[in-house]
């Protein structure tokens, strides 16, 4: 209802959440350097490489015919409207470990399981679908409130955490940890906050 959703934005609020999930879609648009979201760092640097493969942009002026004539000398595209220090983080160039966009939050309900690996994933059953051994490995659907449940409360992600593992998902870099931002009990927050702020999560337009 109202109240409840009313609250969970409080709750949002006082957990930081907007300093990354800010305006109309919940994001910043930001890179977070991995070193602070703590997800899989593999993965993280997966693109370092593509630095070796990496050219000043050009473009063809758009007057230029198709096919293009013998002799058309391209034009170099300006980058100085764009952020150095970003571009390294989401390609891991220049030493950078790279690092994670920042996702909108609309649609949460629709885009279970989460985080970047999808390994963050929940069924019906909190106590036996847990983690992917547990949910798409089995043909179970994850859920979107258990799954995202999973995302702020510590005790349920070490769990599926724990399942992805023993699994050996680790050696596909399919673990299911990073942002550990939590909103539970440990964070000095209710379980009535928690379910507050899940809706307001899983209803946001």
């Not at 959440?17 to 305006?23: D, Y």
């Not at 992600?157 to 399919?174: D, E, I």
């Amino acid at each position: 209802d109202a109240a409840t959703k009313s609250l969970g934005r409080q709750v949002f609020e006082r957990a930081g959440c907007p300093q990354c999930h800010s305006g109309s879609f919940l994001t910043n648009h930001r890179i977070v350097p991995n070193a602070e979201i703590a997800a899989n760092p593999a993965r993280a640097g997966a693109l370092a490489k593509t630095e070796n493969n990496f050219a000043p942009p050009v473009l063809y002026p758009f007057t230029t015919p198709v096919p293009i004539p013998a002799g058309t000398a391209a034009e170099p595209v300006s980058t100085s409207g764009l952020d150095p220090p970003q571009i390294d983080l989401a390609w891991a160039h220049h030493g950078s470990a790279g690092g994670y966009k920042v996702p909108a939050l609309t649609g949460l309900y629709w885009s279970a399981p989460y985080l970047h690996d999808g390994g963050v994933a929940v069924g019906r059953d909190s106590e036996k679908e847990l983690g992917l051994p547990g949910t798409t490995e089995c043909h179970v659907e994850a859920d979107p409130h258990n799954s995202l449940k999973a995302l702020i409360d510590r005790d349920l992600r070490a769990r599926v955490v724990a399942a992805n593992r023993a699994a050996g998902l680790a050696r596909l870099n399919v673990e299911g940890i990073g942002h550990n931002y939590w909103v539970d009990q440990a964070a000095g927050f209710s379980n009535a906050q928690q379910e507050a702020l899940l809706l307001y999560l899983l209803t946001y337009e």
